[in-house]
């Protein structure tokens, strides 16, 4: 198994207090990981740590090919384009419609050609099966057509980790169990995805690696 995710003895702080500790941690390519834990527990913490967003306080961290101890500033952008991102924080932009979201990502990453844009573009939105909205701005598509919009745009760049923030936050159930059920799909084609949730049916219907956060540590 392919290791992409390889922690030993982290430890993470947040305005300098411990978040985590003793955290180790190795997934493997394409496995599905459930990460759980209470309010505060740590889990977005140890998310953010995944793509460089907060340092690592204290152990051995690497993720994919970089070494987050020793990664330098300028690499920070080529490790996060290997990694889809679906967090509240990164909604769509709501000046322009889904498609110009996805098309703004693609450019900003150095894609230039036309037509391998569009091709890309079309792509996943028929993964998510949002081919046909995708002229409408967010705010004129559900909640859940927007998570399923945020998720096309994390697969735009081919990304070998997809780290998923309660991605069925705001969705109703049926909604949120198809999410989840495509992020499924997703690891079956050999991303590894990590899904924070606090929804715990998910475990039992959509079976996964759970991960819990406690006590400042995760088991
Ligand atoms: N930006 C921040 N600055 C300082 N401390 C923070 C910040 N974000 C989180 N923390 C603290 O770090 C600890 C872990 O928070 P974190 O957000 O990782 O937990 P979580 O398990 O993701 O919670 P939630 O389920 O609410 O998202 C908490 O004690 C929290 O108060």
């Known amino acids: ?8 003895d982290v430890e993470l702080h947040r305005q300098d207090l411990i978040a985590l500790r003793h955290v180790n941690l190795s997934v493997g ?3 599905f990981v459930y990460l759980i834990g209470k309010v505060g527990s740590g889990k977005s913490s140890l998310l953010k740590s995944l793509y460089a967003d907060i340092p690592i306080a204290g152990g051995e961290a690497r993720v994919l090919d970089y070494d987050l ?15 889809g991102i679906v967090f509240q924080d990164f909604q769509l932009l709501t000046d322009r419609s889904a498609y110009a979201n996805l098309k703004f990502v693609l450019e900003a990453t150095g894609w230039k050609d036309k037509s391998d844009i569009e091709a890309r573009i079309e792509e996943v939105l028929r993964g998510v099966g949002m081919l046909n909205k995708s002229y409408k701005n967010p705010h004129e598509l559900s909640g859940g057509e927007q998570q399923r919009i945020v998720i096309a745009r994390a697969l735009l760049n081919h990304p070998r980790i997809i780290l998923a ?3 069925t936050g705001n969705l109703d159930p049926a909604t949120g ?3 989840v059920n495509r992020l499924h799909d997703i690891a079956r084609q050999g991303t590894t995805v990590i899904m924070a949730t606090h929804n715990l049916s998910f475990v039992d219907q959509f079976p996964g690696r759970v991960i819990k956060c406690e006590n400042h540590t995760i088991s």
């Open 165 to 167: 923030d309660e991605p």
């Open 29 to 31: 390519e394409g496995e």
């Open 1 to 8: 198994m392919n290791k992409v995710i390889d922690y030993r």
């Open 69 to 83: 101890n020793t990664i330098r500033r300028r690499d920070i952008p080529f490790l996060r384009r290997q990694i």
């Open 177 to 179: 169990e198809a999410i």
